[in-house]
């Protein structure tokens, strides 16, 4: 059976800026953040496991947004029997649900600090926030030659 610890996490990139984008009053504009997810085991020590969870969200000519938001959060992992696939995936769907409330915590922390209404991601499973973790088959390459 897997077993693993968060031995850290920090922020790798915290970024905000206000996007000038002219709207009445009542306009509402609808925010879908982007999140991503990238595992790398350490060159020096294959038990060591890095996991990067980011959350963006951009405004785009077509799909304009009142501001740009990326945070990106850095988790080192000590793993232990991760051997099969399963394993992998059972790791990365755990390590997404220990750094997430993480994640959350930062986005509203850095709208808030922005001055504007703060962003409060929604509570969700480590299971549903990708879709390749809900499929029946699932694919995640480990490049150790790609480790921090």
Do not use: H, W
């Not at 922020?11 to 609808?30: G, R, T």
């Amino acid at each position: 059976m897997i077993d693993y610890t968060m031995r850290g996490i920090t922020a790798d990139e915290l970024f905000f800026k206000v996007n000038p984008v002219p709207a009445p009053p009542d306009k509402k504009f609808e925010i879908k953040p982007f999140f991503s997810r990238r595992i790398q085991t350490a060159k020096e020590n294959p038990k060591i496991n890095v996991v990067i969870l980011e959350c963006k969200i951009e405004s785009k000519e077509d799909d304009p947004k009142p501001f740009n938001l990326t945070v990106r959060l850095v988790g080192i992992f000590e793993v232990n029997n991760m051997n099969t696939a399963d394993d992998r995936r059972d790791f990365a769907i755990n390590a997404t649900e220990t750094m997430f409330p993480y994640l959350r915590a930062a986005v509203t922390s850095l709208t808030t600090t922005a001055l504007i209404n703060p962003l409060v991601l929604p509570v969700v499973s480590g299971a549903t926030l990708f879709p390749d973790d809900r499929k029946e088959q699932y694919t995640l390459n480990f490049d150790p030659k790609n480790a921090n």
